[in-house]
Antibody, heavy 122, light 110 residues
Framework: QLRLQEAGSGLVKPSQTLSLTCAVS??????????WSWIRQPPGMGLEWIGY???????YSNPSLKSRVSMSVDMSQNQFSLKLTSVTAADTAVYYC??????????????WGQGTLVTVSS | QSALTQPATVSGSPGQSITISCTGA?????????VSWYQHHPGKAPKLMIY???NRPSGVSNRFSGSKSGNTASLTISGLQAEDEADYYC??????????FGTGTTVTVL
């Protein structure tokens, strides 16, 4: 059974960079069958799609975040990562990693991590 | 890209049917038949309930069904049960190779 687990700093200072990783078990990122996504939910608000990455490293991201988002894949560790630069309080959210995204076909987000809360505060 | 519009709340009594709508700001957002629906109980991981407008993943109750008309997609829950009380989000793939979520709907079982 596929399992995704987010990890990273829970507290980030304003203007700094948020860094998260998503460890995948029960399936291989390098199979190329899926894309891998990041999604977040600010407190009291709805879900917001951040972006997805192919196993090859190609990425697509939300236009509203594109200039601040970078994603990468580490196939040796079977994990993928998110970096969000120049964070503000508006980036405080529960961050989820999920399997899904366009991969020759628009796939839904069919498996999700439990989420990790990231707070931006000095 | 603008979020898809959903009603903030929908409620129903046990056994009843309810429908949640999901409307795009412009027709091209839901032009493709790649709308999915997610159930989210607070504090837990969201769960895929419907994909490609009408398809149910294995293990999802057949009380959940999806449909689409023009630029509005809908999720219907039949035979409403207490365990269905949760937040529900639609999502659509867009022509820009991106995804967008709906504003979310809280379902209350009376």
């Amino acid at each position: 059974q596929l399992r995704l687990q987010e990890a990273g700093s829970g507290l980030v200072k304003p203007s700094q960079t948020l860094s998260l990783t998503c460890a995948v078990s029960g399936g291989s990122i390098s199979s190329g069958d899926y894309s891998w996504s990041w999604i977040r939910q600010p407190p009291g608000m709805g879900l917001e799609w951040i972006g997805y990455i192919y196993y090859s490293g190609s990425t697509y991201s939300n236009p509203s975040l594109k200039s601040r988002v970078s994603m990468s894949v580490d196939m040796s560790q079977n994990q993928f990562s998110l970096k969000l630069t120049s964070v503000t309080a508006a980036d405080t959210a529960v961050y989820y990693c999920a399997r899904g995204g366009y991969n020759g076909y628009p796939l839904p987000f069919d498996s999700w991590g439990q989420g990790t809360l990231v707070t931006v505060s000095s | 890209q603008s979020a898809l519009t959903q009603p903030a709340t929908v409620s129903g009594s046990p056994g009843q049917s309810i429908t949640i709508s999901c409307t795009g700001a412009s027709s091209d957002v839901i032009y493709f038949d790649y709308v999915s629906w997610y159930q989210h109980h607070p504090g837990k991981a969201p769960k895929l309930m419907i994909y490609d407008v009408t398809n149910r993943p294995s293990g999802v109750s057949n009380r959940f069904s999806g449909s689409k008309s023009g630029n509005t997609a809908s999720l219907t829950i039949s035979g409403l049960q207490a365990e269905d009380e949760a937040d529900y989000y639609c999502s659509s793939y867009t022509p820009s190779n991106t995804y967008v979520f709906g504003t979310g709907t809280t379902v209350t079982v009376l």
